[in-house]
T-cell receptor, first 112, second 114 residues
Framework: RKEVEQDPGPFNVPEGATVAFNCTYS??????FFWYRQDCRKEPKLLMS???SGNEDGRFTAQLNRASQYISLLIRDSKLSDSATYLC?????????????FGQGTTLQVKP | DAGVTQSPTHLIKTRGQQVTLRCSPK?????VSWYQQALGQGPQFIFQ???????QRGNFPDRFSGHQFPNYSSELNVNALLLGDSALYLC?????????????FGAGTRLSVL
């Protein structure tokens, strides 16, 4: 079983739609959680950290459910520029190195 | 403020050859991690360097080795290249303090093994 699992998609949505991505992780000792965004053939960039209480950054909302080992990302009012691959990332800080463990990524295509 | 820089951007090699990839971390960062990203997959952790020592290693064979220099820059070496080594190789830099551990990625080196 992969340590971090995501539905690879692609998710094809019209502009203005609301879309949600889900992610599950297998290691209950996971400590930190992130969503990264990766544009085609570019490097991953941090989109947002994910906190137990849930957090919001503009049109983006992230949720963490430690009991179910589940992370989500909600994008409201989708823009064409949101088209990218969204990577779910966890760390198990027992390693003390902050090694990032990535999911496969979920591809989003926003259509006009 | 320069971000993470990697060189070269693209590289074509043949099976059995050796390759060296280079990374300069973001200004002020002292820790460098290397990741391999195969097509359609998420990045996979190769290893991390801090204070010129390998601090942690992922599930990669000994053909993959690295080095960190006193100025915190780093190299990734891959020997006896296989077709399966074709991938985007990403370098990420950060502070050693895990509490401040937001990793910033370079644009990567795209390696093709023929």
């Amino acid at each position: 079983r992969k340590e971090v699992e995501q539905d690879p998609g692609p998710f094809n949505v019209p502009e203005g739609a609301t879309v949600a991505f889900n992610c599950t992780y297998s290691n209950s000792a996971s400590q930190s959680f992130f969503w990264y965004r990766q544009d085609c053939r570019k490097e991953p960039k941090l989109l947002m950290s994910v906190y137990s209480s849930g957090n919001e950054d503009g049109r983006f909302t992230a949720q963490l459910n430690r009991a179910s080992q589940y992370i989500s990302l909600l994008i409201r009012d989708s823009k064409l520029s949101d088209s990218a691959t969204y990577l779910c990332v966890v760390t198990t800080d027992s390693s003390k190195t902050g090694k990032l463990i990535f999911g496969q990524g979920t591809t989003l295509q926003v259509k006009p | 403020d320069a971000g993470v820089t990697q060189s070269p951007t693209h590289l074509i090699k043949t099976r059995g050859q050796q390759v060296t990839l280079r990374c300069s971390p973001k200004s002020g960062h002292d820790t460098v991690s290397w990741y391999q990203q195969a097509l359609g997959q998420g990045p996979q952790f190769i290893f991390q360097y801090y204070e010129e020592e390998e601090r942690q290693r992922g599930n990669f064979p000994d053909r993959f080795s690295g080095h960190q220099f006193p100025n915190y820059s780093s190299e990734l070496n891959v020997n006896a290249l296989l077709l399966g080594d074709s991938a985007l190789y990403l370098c990420a830099s950060s502070f050693a303090d895990v509490a401040k551990n937001i990793q910033y990625f370079g644009a990567g080196t795209r390696l093709s093994v023929l």
